[in-house]
C-alpha cells in the first residue's frame, strides 16, 4: 500500500497487486465498504496473470479523512491522480454501487482517458433517488433515514447493510459479519458525506460520455439498486450489455461467487 496525493492534499490509498501483469484491472469499492470488498475476485485475478490496481476512497478504509470532499467530481478527481500517479493505460475500470456512479463521473469528467473497458456492478447510477424526471431508485426520505443513522447509530447501520440488505442468498454470518466490519471500518464522516452525495449527485449526463466496450451486471433481488435503474444504464451506455445474476442482491460479488466470478472474468477479458 501507499498514497497518491488528491488535489486537496488528501492521501487517497492505493493498492497495487502484480505491477508486470499482462493487463491492469483498476477495482472501485461501493459504499460504505473499501478495497476490502474485492478480496474474492483478487485471487482469480491474479491468478490469471492480471495487475490489480485498487484504491479506498476518501473517508474509507486507510484513506485520509478529510471534512470535504466527497462529491463525485472529487472523488472521479481522485481516480485520475492514481491514474497519472500509475502512469496507468488502457486498463479495465470497474466500479461497484457508489464507485460505478464514481467512475461514471470519471468518464465524462476525463473523456475515459485510459480506460479500455469499463464494467459497472450494482451501479448506483446514474441517480440514487427519484426526482423530477426520473422516477427510478429510492426515496430521498429512505436515504435521509440511513443519513440519520449514520450520524446517531452507525455501527447499527453496518449491521442492517451487511446482515440484511446486501445478499438474498443465503450466507455464512461469518461472511455478513466480515462485510460488516469493513463497513464500520469506514469513517463516521464519509459515510455520512458520501451517503449526502449518493442522495443529491445527478449523473445522468455522464452515461452518454461513456464511448467503450461496457458491461453491466447486477443481481435480479438486489433492494439497494433496482433493476430499473440498471436497465436505464443499458438504455443510456451505446453499445452496452447486460447480465444479471437471478438469485443475488445488492453484493454481487459474493452472493453468487462462482457464477459472479465465472463472468466477471469474461468480461474483463473481453469474451462475455
Same mark, same amino acid.
Given at each position: 500500500?501507499?498514497?497518491?496525493?488528491?488535489?486537496?492534499? #488528501?492521501?487517497?490509498?492505493?493498492?497495487?497487486?502484480?505491477?508486470?501483469?499482462?493487463?491492469?484491472?483498476?477495482?472501485?469499492?461501493? +459504499?460504505?465498504?473499501?478495497?476490502?470488498?474485492?478480496?474474492?475476485?483478487?485471487?482469480?485475478?491474479?491468478?490469471? /496473470?492480471?495487475?490489480?490496481?485498487?484504491? =479506498?476512497?476518501?473517508?474509507? !478504509?486507510?484513506?485520509?479523512?478529510?471534512?470535504?470532499?466527497?462529491?463525485?467530481?472529487?472523488?472521479?478527481?481522485?481516480?485520475?491522480?492514481?491514474?497519472? #500517479?500509475?502512469?496507468?493505460?488502457?486498463?479495465?475500470?470497474? /466500479?461497484?454501487?457508489?464507485?460505478?456512479?464514481?467512475?461514471?463521473?470519471?468518464?465524462?469528467?476525463? *473523456?475515459?482517458?485510459?480506460?479500455?473497458?469499463?464494467?459497472?456492478?450494482?451501479?448506483?447510477?446514474?441517480? +440514487?433517488?427519484?426526482?423530477?424526471?426520473?422516477?427510478? !431508485?429510492?426515496?430521498?426520505?429512505? $436515504?435521509?433515514?440511513?443519513?440519520? @443513522?449514520?450520524?446517531?447509530?452507525?455501527?447499527?447501520?453496518? +449491521?442492517?447493510?451487511?446482515?440484511? *440488505?446486501?445478499?438474498?442468498?443465503?450466507?455464512?454470518?461469518?461472511?455478513? =459479519? +466480515?462485510?460488516?466490519?469493513?463497513?464500520?471500518? &469506514?469513517?463516521?464522516?464519509?459515510?455520512?458525506? &458520501?451517503?449526502?452525495?449518493?442522495?443529491?449527485?445527478?449523473?445522468?449526463? =455522464?452515461?452518454?460520455?461513456?464511448?467503450?466496450?461496457?458491461?453491466?451486471?447486477?443481481?435480479?433481488?438486489?433492494? $439497494? $439498486?433496482?433493476? @430499473?435503474?440498471?436497465?436505464?444504464?443499458?438504455?443510456?451506455? #451505446?453499445?452496452?450489455?447486460?447480465?444479471?445474476?437471478?438469485?443475488?442482491?445488492?453484493?454481487?460479488?459474493? =452472493?453468487?461467487?462462482?457464477?459472479?466470478?465465472?463472468?466477471?472474468?469474461?468480461? $474483463?477479458?473481453?469474451?462475455?
Amino acid at each position: 500500500m501507499y498514497f497518491v496525493k488528491a488535489s486537496d492534499d #488528501a492521501s487517497i490509498a492505493v493498492y497495487d497487486y502484480n505491477p508486470k501483469g499482462k493487463k491492469t484491472v483498476f477495482l472501485v469499492h461501493g +459504499w460504505p465498504l473499501s478495497h476490502l470488498m474485492y478480496e474474492y475476485q483478487l485471487e482469480m485475478l491474479l491468478s490469471c /496473470g492480471y495487475r490489480v490496481v485498487s484504491v =479506498d476512497l476518501r473517508g474509507f !478504509g486507510n484513506s485520509d479523512v478529510p471534512a470535504y470532499g466527497y462529491s463525485y467530481d472529487q472523488m472521479a478527481d481522485d481516480i485520475y491522480r492514481v491514474i497519472c #500517479a500509475l502512469r496507468l493505460n488502457r486498463f479495465v475500470l470497474v /466500479g461497484f454501487s457508489m464507485g460505478g456512479a464514481v467512475v461514471l463521473r470519471y468518464m465524462r469528467k476525463y *473523456q475515459c482517458y485510459g480506460v479500455e473497458r469499463l464494467i459497472l456492478l450494482a451501479a448506483a447510477a446514474p441517480c +440514487w433517488t427519484r426526482r423530477e424526471g426520473f422516477p427510478y !431508485g429510492l426515496t430521498r426520505e429512505y $436515504v435521509n433515514g440511513l443519513i440519520r @443513522q449514520a450520524c446517531t447509530d452507525r455501527p447499527r447501520l453496518a +449491521w442492517e447493510f451487511s446482515h440484511e *440488505q446486501l445478499f438474498a442468498s443465503c450466507q455464512s454470518e461469518q461472511i455478513k =459479519d +466480515w462485510f460488516g466490519d469493513i463497513a464500520l471500518s &469506514a469513517s463516521g464522516i464519509g459515510t455520512v458525506q &458520501a451517503a449526502i452525495s449518493l442522495r443529491d449527485e445527478d449523473g445522468r449526463n =455522464d452515461l452518454e460520455a461513456v464511448n467503450v466496450p461496457t458491461v453491466i451486471i447486477h443481481g435480479k433481488k438486489d433492494v $439497494v $439498486v433496482s433493476s @430499473q435503474l440498471v436497465e436505464y444504464q443499458h438504455m443510456e451506455i #451505446a453499445g452496452s450489455r447486460l447480465f444479471q445474476l437471478e438469485n443475488s442482491g445488492h453484493g454481487i460479488v459474493y =452472493d453468487e461467487l462462482e457464477r459472479f466470478n465465472d463472468l466477471f472474468l469474461l468480461a $474483463v477479458e473481453g469474451e462475455e
